[in-house]
């Protein structure tokens, strides 16, 4: 067993995207690497994920994308975790175009995993970023 302390993330859907299958394969991955997952679920508001972040004392959050909605809405999670002063990297999961995956990391997304991501470049992502935040 591992001195280290286990990795808390908070997954999520924000926005009406209404597929949550891929999240809930993201979470088992998460789950079988020794993590605590703290699951959402469907039609989440920057307001909701931002108080369960706080309330879950999550280390991360993962946000899955398939609406196309991913330059809008990530920006404004990142926004709200600011806002909210919370030492929590966005981790952004799902459909999105190589294109847009610098300006989200300009907007302050820690990671965007596209869907080729293997299950141990998604568990190493959200490591590094918790790294990253608590270094």
Same mark, same amino acid.
């Given at each position: 067993?591992?001195?280290? $302390?286990?990795?808390?993330?908070?997954?999520?859907?924000?926005?009406?995207?209404?597929?949550?299958?891929?999240?809930?394969?993201?979470?088992?991955?998460?789950?079988?690497?020794?993590?605590?997952?703290?699951?959402?679920?469907?039609?989440?508001?920057?307001?909701?994920?931002?108080?369960?972040?706080?309330?879950?004392?999550?280390?991360?959050?993962?946000?899955?994308?398939?609406?196309?909605?991913?330059?809008?809405?990530?920006?404004?999670?990142?926004?709200?975790?600011?806002?909210?002063?919370?030492?929590? $990297?966005?981790?952004?999961?799902?459909?999105?175009?190589?294109?847009?995956?610098? $300006?989200?990391?300009?907007?302050?997304?820690?990671?965007?995993?596209? $869907?080729?991501?293997?299950?141990?470049?998604?568990?190493?992502?959200?490591?590094?970023?918790?790294?990253?935040?608590?270094?």
């Amino acid at each position: 067993m591992s001195d280290e $302390p286990q990795i808390r993330i908070l997954l999520a859907k924000l926005g009406l995207d209404g597929h949550d299958r891929g999240l809930k394969v993201v979470a088992r991955i998460l789950r079988d690497a020794g993590m605590e997952v703290i699951y959402l679920g469907l039609r989440q508001t920057t307001d909701s994920i931002v108080a369960a972040a706080e309330q879950e004392d999550a280390d991360a959050i993962g946000l899955s994308m398939h609406n196309a909605g991913h330059m809008t809405l990530a920006p404004a999670m990142v926004k709200a975790v600011n806002d909210a002063e919370l030492d929590c $990297p966005v981790i952004v999961g799902g459909i999105v175009p190589d294109q847009d995956v610098q $300006p989200l990391l300009d907007a302050g997304v820690a990671v965007v995993l596209g $869907p080729g991501a293997s299950a141990e470049e998604v568990a190493q992502s959200v490591r590094d970023a918790v790294a990253a935040v608590n270094s």
